[in-house]
């Protein structure tokens, strides 16, 4: 959800990084040069909109299910991830289960993939960018992410797939997490349209 919030926000501050919007494809030296050689050439074709909505074609593992046309499909048959490649090298070498565009399957690799891309974009983690953005202009509260992996070693990076906890989080960001949608910040007809609106906006029942 954040990392979409994010690109929405460095999208509309920064128009001519992205020219094409979510229509542009991201799989290139400019965008992501530590992904060549591409480890699947159908990577090319994946644009930004693909990660957001999760119709990239990366799958984080067997054994997930994909929805194409409206029919569940059980993933199967993927290569193995090596988990020495660290977490940017994992999320940019997820394999392929589809070609891009051609199904959905909720992919956190995915969005791994999307905040590295903010990360460059911006100049720092995904994390600080909430804060300077997002959190503390419309003041949540205490709230983080889960930095420690399954081996117990901290994370290298924000995990743009990964949740957040918190403590005392303020009514802007409950209206927040219960009423909208991942995409719905992209998506506002009006893309400048300020924060403090849409998440006022955002508490009102539905």
């Known amino acids: 959800m954040f990392t979409s919030f994010c690109l929405g926000i460095a999208m509309a501050e920064h128009p001519a990084a992205f020219p094409e919007g979510?229509?542009?494809k991201v799989f290139t030296r400019q965008y992501l040069p530590e992904a060549f050689p591409l480890s699947d050439p159908r990577k090319a074709d994946i644009?930004?909109?693909?990660?957001?909505t999760m119709t990239s074609g990366m799958a984080d593992s067997n054994g997930n299910l994909g929805i194409v046309h409206s029919d569940d499909v059980k993933i199967e048959g993927l290569p193995p991830i090596d988990a020495t490649l660290g977490?940017?090298?994992?999320?940019?070498r997820t394999p392929m289960w589809t070609n891009p565009g051609a199904g959905y399957c909720y992919s956190s690799q995915g969005l791994h993939v999307a905040s590295i891309l903010l990360r460059h974009l911006v100049g720092m983690e995904m994390e600080e960018y909430i804060r300077q953005k997002i959190s503390t202009p419309l003041q949540f509260g205490g709230w983080g992410y889960d930095m420690q992996r399954v081996d117990g070693k901290r994370l290298d990076h924000?995990?743009?797939g990964g949740g957040i906890a918190g403590s005392t989080f303020s009514k802007q960001f409950a209206g927040l997490i219960t009423f909208?949608?991942?995409q719905q910040y992209l998506c506002l007809p009006q893309p400048d349209v300020s924060l403090e609106r849409f998440f006022v906006l955002s508490e009102e029942p539905v």
């Not at 977490?87 to 940019?92: R, T």
């Open 22 to 24: 979510l229509a542009q």
């Open 47 to 52: 644009e930004l909109g693909h990660l957001l």
């Open 87 to 92: 977490q940017d090298q994992n999320a940019l």
């Open 158 to 160: 924000t995990p743009g």
């Open 180 to 182: 909208l949608p991942m």
